[in-house]
């Protein structure tokens, strides 16, 4: 085997071939550093002097499916100019490795196509080396996400692990990355963030979240100056709610008959959209049999659907008059439900209109709660938090599809 095909094939242009040997199944490759990279290490000075060899054994790019080695000897010197007693660098391995360059850049290569377990079958090592290599890849990429040019974010909580285990996210609307994970949920989990959003000058112009009062609390105090926009999405899902909440009731209070059994298996053509309804099933005959015989729920469903509309008005102004008519009507309704959700429409009036001055929503973070979930189920868990939080800020480069 020759010097230049040492070169080629693996990349160690600087070194010289002495001898292969075969073993379990495997190859390494002994090889001596050129003359030119014997120098000191921190100065680059040829003028040293050698004080013993070390061999270092460094795991590389297989050939095929058999795993390479290679067994280097490497010098130590001092050097005469600066004093240095260290052994020269490789060029080819990072301090304290036992792999090559070249096999970090294979395994990460993988690790966008491949589970982490997979890999490591695959090369025929240890699971925990291939999660360092990437753990390491994701640290110094992701760690600490730039802050200075946000401004749209979106801030919502994921259930991680049951008994209510719960992080914090904070999403760049522009470019859909993760800029902040928190333990826990609610506005102490975002205290580093804001410290780290007032150091970087930032200029924020619109947060976008749900109506938690911790996450209203959190932005009014912390950047009180930026509007607040309660996202579209968790409006409905919360109207959705006291509509299911309406029907349910509705259906332990009637007795046995054509009313309850029409009532029974309605609940999801309720909460459906008009135009989302099944000609096939015959759901539109359904839902009108359901709302003609409950009048709280045909008035409930007809306050839903008009919400809807809260967003669809042409001016600012015009979304203020209509959102204060839904508002009045639920009120006079006299169905618990609809008066508790009227009264939280007024309490958070001021972040549904402040969608007319930045009309943003959640819609990329509710697609990244998925992204994290799916990535969750893949890797059956994680036990190391920080790893799992390096993963969750470099998602948005990551992409999930069926195998098979």
Same mark, same amino acid.
């Given at each position: ?19 292969q040997?075969?073993v ?6 002994t ?8 120098r000191?290490?921190d100065?680059?000075?040829?003028d ?5 060899c ?30 240095c ?38 090369l025929g ?9 990437f ?9 600490r ?15 991680i692990r ?26 102490d ?9 007032k150091?970087?000058g930032?200029?924020?112009?619109a ?8 996450y ?19 409006? =409905?899902? #919360?109207? @959705? ?5 309406? *029907?349910?009731?509705? /259906?332990?209070? !009637? &007795? %046995?008959? $054509?009313?309850?059994q ?6 999801w =053509?309720? #909460?459906? @959209? ?5 000609? *096939?099933?015959?759901? /539109?005959?359904? !839902? &009108? %049999?359901? $709302? ?7 008035m409930?469903y ?13 001016t ?7 959102l ?6 639920a ?36 697609g ?16 190391d ?11 948005h ?8």
């Amino acid at each position: 085997m020759s010097t230049s095909l040492l070169y080629h094939a693996f990349g160690l242009n600087n070194f010289n071939y002495v001898r292969q040997h075969f073993v379990d199944g495997g190859v390494i490759f002994t090889v001596d550093p050129k003359p030119k990279m014997i120098r000191c290490p921190d100065c680059d000075s040829f003028d040293i002097i050698r004080r013993g060899c070390f061999e270092r054994q460094l795991r590389t790019v297989p050939i095929g499916f058999k795993p390479v080695w290679l067994l280097v000897r490497v010098p130590r010197v001092e050097c005469r100019a600066c004093g240095c007693l260290r052994r020269i660098n490789l060029g080819i391995v990072d301090q304290r490795r036992s792999y090559t360059k070249g096999f970090g850049r294979l395994v990460l290569s993988l690790a966008r196509m491949m589970p982490l377990k997979d890999i490591a079958m695959l090369l025929g090592v240890g699971w925990d080396l291939v999660k360092d290599i990437f753990k390491s890849w994701l640290k110094r990429r992701f760690d600490r996400p730039k802050l200075s040019k946000l401004q749209y974010i979106s801030i919502d909580e994921i259930s991680i692990r049951r008994g209510h285990t719960y992080i914090t996210l904070v999403l760049d609307l522009k470019t859909g990355a993760v800029v902040f994970v928190g333990e826990g949920k609610g506005g102490d989990a975002l205290t580093p963030f804001w410290a780290r959003l007032k150091r970087s000058g930032a200029k924020l112009k619109a947060v976008a979240t749900d109506m938690s009062p911790a996450y209203i609390g959190a932005v009014l105090e912390n950047i009180p100056q930026v509007p607040l926009v309660f996202d579209k999405f968790h409006v =409905i899902k #919360l109207m @959705n709610e006291k509509l299911t909440a309406i *029907r349910r009731q509705l /259906h332990h209070e !009637l &007795k %046995d008959g $054509l009313a309850k059994q029409v009532l029974k298996g309605a609940r999801w =053509i309720l #909460l459906k @959209n008009p135009e989302n309804l099944s000609l *096939r099933h015959n759901e /539109h005959e359904r !839902l &009108k %049999d359901a $709302l003609r015989f409950n009048e709280p729920l045909a008035m409930a469903y007809y306050l839903k659907e008009d919400l809807r509309q809260i967003w669809d008005q042409p001016t600012k102004e015009a979304g203020a008059d209509f959102l204060d008519d839904w508002i009045a009507r639920a009120r006079a309704s006299g169905v618990g439900p609809l008066m508790t959700m009227a009264n939280t429409m007024a309490a958070c009036r001021f972040g549904i209109i402040a969608w007319y001055d930045h009309p943003i929503t959640s819609a990329k973070m509710e697609g990244t709660n998925n992204k994290i979930k799916t990535m969750k189920r893949q890797a059956y868990g994680f036990r190391d938090k920080d790893f799992f939080r390096l993963r969750i800020l470099g998602i948005h480069e990551a992409k999930y599809a069926l195998t098979g």
